[in-house]
């Protein structure tokens, strides 16, 4: 079965950095997307990145474009997203999805998988 396990969450200062971790597996890998969402409390879940782990092509929310970088380690079958720049309105429980895709997007229906979360903390 599809398994997602991020990692990497945690508590920084403002203009601080962290990299979360998603690791998968149970799938074929390079033909879908992946992707990053958050859910602040209180707030809907918001797309982040996606990256098309076939091509290598990402996409950015208007939020976090120039701050944020997704990229991938398809021999770890691994999708990683650097945060640069954090704020305080950052602040969510970041998750990681996937599922087949035909082009990279943001909208949470697209995707079947989720991970857990992990929790991103900007003060």
């Known amino acids: 079965h599809v398994q997602l396990v991020e990692s990497g969450g945690g508590s920084v200062q403002a203009g601080g950095s962290l990299r979360l971790s998603c690791a998968a597996s149970g799938y074929t890998y390079n033909r879908n997307c992946m992707a990053w969402f958050r859910q602040a409390p209180g707030k809907e879940r918001e797309g982040v990145a996606p990256?098309?782990?076939?091509?290598?092509?990402?996409y950015y929310a208007d939020s976090v474009k120039g701050r944020f970088t997704i990229s991938q380690d398809n021999a770890k079958n691994t999708v990683y997203l650097q945060m640069n720049s954090l704020k305080p309105e950052d602040t969510a429980m970041y998750y990681c999805a996937v599922d087949l895709c035909l082009v990279v997007t943001l909208k949470a229906s697209a995707f079947g998988y989720w991970g857990q979360g992990t929790q991103v903390t900007v003060s």
């Open positions: 990256i098309a782990t076939g091509s290598g092509n990402t």
